[in-house]
């Protein structure tokens, strides 16, 4: 059975940074891709970033150049760093793990998700 847990949530000031994490077990992280997705109250999910197997990353416009996913094979952990935060970044973030290539985008091709962490980002 496929298990993800995120962690690393927070209220934080604009500007300031967080890195979310999303353990996985052995089989999901190394091998298949890895997203994180976003959902306010109220909208509907939205993707972040992704990073498939071994390296190659994606990213949604919003967060480019601010957000950085990366692995760490040894711990079965896929981070996501976030720098320069802004108030729209604010929102439950979820980690998604699926053999999807090349549909990383699309939520609907994850089969498992974690619980989600919250990110509130105060002006």
């Known amino acids: 059975q496929v298990q993800l847990a995120e962690s690393g949530g927070g209220l934080v000031q604009a500007g300031a940074s967080l890195r979310l994490s999303c353990a996985a077990s052995?089989?999901?992280?190394?091998?298949?891709?890895i997203a994180w997705f976003r959902q306010a109250p109220g909208k509907r999910r939205i993707f972040v970033g992704a990073?498939?197997?071994?390296?190659?990353?994606y990213y949604s416009d919003s967060v480019k150049g601010r957000f950085t996913i990366s692995r760490a094979n040894a711990d079965n952990t896929v981070y996501l760093q976030m720098n320069d935060l802004k108030r729209e970044d604010t929102s439950l973030y979820y980690c998604?793990?699926?053999?999807?290539?090349?549909?990383?985008?699309?939520?609907?091709?994850?089969?498992?998700w974690g619980q989600g962490t919250q990110v509130t980002v105060s002006s």
């Open positions: 998604a793990e699926g053999n999807v290539e090349p549909y990383v985008d699309d939520a609907d091709e994850y089969h498992h």
């Open positions: 052995e089989r999901t992280v190394n091998g298949n891709t």
């Open positions: 990073i498939t197997w071994p390296n190659k990353t």
